[in-house]
């Protein structure tokens, strides 16, 4: 059954009718080109003369006046707008594969294919409308056919001047005039299919994105996914920690607000503190996605702001040893913002899965290179922790291998250490 309704989707298919609707338009915008192309053709093979318009129109004035008419259709291209409102004239009416919109454009090879799509489009829709206004006719004089008193009457359109010259109908020939005009009208159908299937495979060719364009435009995601996995990164390193340690001050000073209240006192001071500094990363990372934001957007720590991140974890009640060998300044901006996070993260993690026990920082810079190691004892009710690491480690690892440097993490002689490594060029 699928097989034999098949032959007859063309019939009942939307698209078949959205798609005349497509090439009506077109046509109708082609008449005043090919009627001034005509004029001009006409004017310009009889040397000028106005008379020669009540003159019968000899072959080469016809391929002249469509020369011309498509040489305008053509420079309509130039028109600023003119191929995103074919675009979405497509996009409405023809379907098909044309779902991608590129990005505009002004070189010529994009003139080029609009221009060749305005040509195909006007004259498939020229040749549709005047098919469509022949069809129409010939099916209402074959219908009206077995009605109509005058033999003559009957047989003015053209097939049936082509099938009988132009001899009076026969009685049975005006009986099937009716059947002869449904078949008229399921062939008007079914040449319109093809013309509009046609139009719509050469949409996408003609009016998508070029090679140029999909490859900038699969830059431009792949640049906005990745921004996207840093601001990922950035939220849920420096909310991590700032959550991480409120929750440990909160804890410590609600456990010692009645016998150490002054202690209490500047465990909430620090909440404070972790709070705005939660909240200024917040609206850096809001300010970043937010591109026509006005407000000044905070510049994001790096590893100059090392002693207060070690400062806001000793608050926590951890015994915290920061070393410091060389410069930090001297280290190129990214990659200081970055070894930052990372050394935020690394502290996270370790007031969440190992708190109350002591902290090694060690952070070593030189003019091409940077090291960096993090270590805790293991939890004593816990001697095994597990290697593979967490979101955070994840992330870690990410931030390190687009820096184009290694960090590793895991257990090492009853300690948990975390060690980052990077280089560079030195700077000039």
């Not at 098919?131 to 047989?155: C, I, K, Q, V």
């Not at 090679?211 to 849920?236: F, I, M, V």
Request: proline residues 8%; glycine residues 6%.
């Amino acid at each position: 059954m699928r097989h034999l309704t098949t032959p007859l989707r063309p019939l009942t298919s939307a698209h078949t009718y959205r798609r005349w609707a497509h090439l009506v338009i077109g046509g109708a915008l082609m008449t005043p080109y090919a009627m001034a192309a005509l004029v001009l053709a006409t004017l310009l093979t009889h040397n000028g003369h106005s008379a020669a318009l009540t003159h019968p129109t000899p072959a080469p004035t016809y391929t002249l006046a469509t020369a011309l008419a498509l040489a305008l259709v053509a420079a309509t291209a130039q028109i600023p707008g003119v191929r995103n409102a074919q675009i979405h004239l497509a996009r409405a009416l023809l379907r098909g594969p044309l779902t991608h919109r590129p990005a505009p454009t002004t070189t010529w090879r994009s003139t080029a294919r609009t221009s060749t799509f305005l040509c195909l489009h006007m004259l498939l829709g020229l040749t549709v409308c005047l098919l469509t206004m022949t069809a129409l006719t010939e099916a209402a004089l074959l219908a009206a056919a077995p009605l109509t008193p005058d033999p003559y009457t009957a047989s003015q359109g053209p097939l049936t001047l082509t099938l009988t010259g132009h001899e009076q109908l026969t009685r049975p020939q005006r009986l099937a005039g009716p059947l002869l005009g449904l078949l008229l009208i399921a062939a008007l159908l079914y040449t319109t299919a093809l013309a509009g299937h046609l139009l719509s495979l050469a949409a996408p060719r003609l009016l998508g994105p070029s090679p140029t364009e999909r490859l900038a435009a699969a830059q431009a995601h792949a640049d906005t996914l990745a921004e996207r996995n840093r601001l990922a990164r950035e939220l849920h390193d420096s909310l991590g920690h700032a959550l991480s340690v409120v929750t440990l001050q909160a804890a410590t000073a609600a456990r010692l607000i009645d016998t150490d209240p002054a202690f209490a006192r500047q465990a909430l001071t620090h909440i404070a503190d972790q709070a705005r500094t939660a909240t200024a990363d917040l609206d850096h990372a809001l300010g970043v996605l937010r591109e026509d934001t006005t407000a000044p957007r905070t510049t994001p720590p790096d590893l100059t702001h090392l002693p207060h991140l070690a400062h806001a974890t000793e608050h926590t009640g951890t015994d915290l040893t920061y070393h410091l060998t060389g410069d930090p300044a001297r280290v190129p901006s990214l990659l200081s913002r970055e070894t930052y996070r990372i050394t935020q993260e690394a502290l996270t993690n370790a007031l969440r899965h190992a708190p109350a026990q002591p902290l090694t920082v060690h952070l070593d810079t030189t003019p091409t290179t940077l090291t960096l190691t993090v270590t805790n004892p293991l939890p004593p009710t816990r001697t095994r922790r597990r290697t593979s690491g967490g979101r955070g480690i994840t992330g870690m690892r990410e931030r390190a291998h687009l820096l184009g440097g290694t960090l590793t993490a895991g257990p090492h002689d009853r300690t948990w250490q975390l060690t980052l490594h990077l280089t560079w060029k030195e700077q000039p």
